[in-house]
């Protein structure tokens, strides 16, 4: 499916579903962030777990509770790396890879970024498998969704710039499953979540899509430029190796080669927001 072209900060007419009635009653979005979030998960008791029923990946959403909140999180175990030309679903790939590791090593590159598009996400041991825990957004629309069910974004330029941020992630992080539209979630005050990055980070060079890649967030793009390999291998090392590192920064390298002809092709203005 080709996402439409979206216009930096632009009053695009976009679509998405109202929380029903009675949702406001409920928790929403994510109800911790941070180091918080991520204690929360590491240690609160798993009392109950069910398959989600969607993906190939075999995900659990499990309830958790530290004994003062209960708390939704999908658990992940899958690994499996393919090195090689493979034939896939989708048709041929190379040096296919699909793991839970990418899942905590996505949320560890967005906290670099400064993004929060990656809900909090850690490794665990659960039942003697290691796998990678994330806080379930409450009350989320997946893109599937929205699409089925019409209501505007409240402010549409920020709603845009959202939009703009996820290609940019994971065009960067070389996901190829970035086309499938249950892969971003929506809660309920329109807030933009970057889901399912299990077969991120490959070792390609290239980006998948440049056209995809129109408006750029300044301050994403500075804290891009500060991407080192020292630093990637500090904060993603545990989950990822160097040659994956080494291909996610030369698609960094890509993406600011492709900031600065964005540039001279419609001017700054265009090209950059806040």
């Known amino acids: 499916m080709k996402a439409p072209v979206l216009l930096c900060g632009a009053a695009l007419?976009?679509?998405?579903?109202a929380p029903?009635?009675?949702?406001?009653?409920?928790?929403?979005g994510l109800s911790l962030q941070g180091q918080e979030a991520e204690e929360f998960l590491r240690t609160a008791r798993v009392v109950d777990r069910e398959g989600i029923g969607k993906g190939i990946t075999r995900p659990e959403k499990l309830t958790l509770t530290d004994d003062k909140q209960t708390l939704h999180a999908a658990w992940k175990t899958i690994d499996v790396h393919k090195p090689g030309q493979q034939r896939m679903e989708r048709g041929w790939e190379f040096d296919f890879r699909d793991s839970?590791?990418?899942?905590?090593?996505?949320?560890?590159?967005?906290k670099l970024l400064g993004l929060?598009?990656?809900p909090p996400t850690v490794e665990r041991r659960i039942d003697g498998r290691v796998?990678?825990?994330?806080?379930?957004?409450?009350?989320?629309?997946?893109?599937?969704?929205?699409a089925k069910r019409k209501l505007q974004p409240p402010h549409l330029p920020r709603w845009n710039n959202q939009l703009h941020n996820v290609r940019l992630f994971h065009q960067l992080t070389y996901n190829t499953d970035f086309q499938n539209v249950r892969n971003v979630l929506v809660?309920?005050?329109?807030?933009?979540y970057a889901i399912d990055n299990s077969r991120a980070f490959r070792i390609q060079t290239q980006l998948m899509v440049p056209d995809d890649l129109q408006c750029f967030s300044r301050s994403v793009l500075e804290k891009l430029k500060a991407l080192d390999l020292p630093l990637l291998e500090e904060k993603l090392g545990p989950w990822t190796?160097?040659?994956?590192?080494?291909?996610?920064?030369?698609?960094?390298d890509a993406i600011l080669a492709l900031v600065e002809k964005r540039i001279k092709q419609?001017?700054?203005?265009?090209?950059?927001f806040y």
């Open 100 to 110: 839970w590791k990418s899942e905590v090593a996505a949320y560890e590159l967005d």
């Open 187 to 192: 809660d309920p005050t329109f807030r933009v």
């Open 116 to 118: 929060g598009l990656v």
């Open 20 to 28: 029903v009635a009675g949702e406001e009653q409920k928790l929403s």
């Open 131 to 146: 796998g990678s825990l994330q806080l379930w957004v409450e009350q989320a629309l997946t893109e599937d969704d929205r």
């Open 241 to 252: 190796d160097k040659i994956q590192i080494e291909g996610l920064l030369a698609r960094r």
């Open 266 to 272: 419609k001017g700054e203005g265009v090209v950059l």
């Open 13 to 17: 007419a976009l679509t998405l579903a």
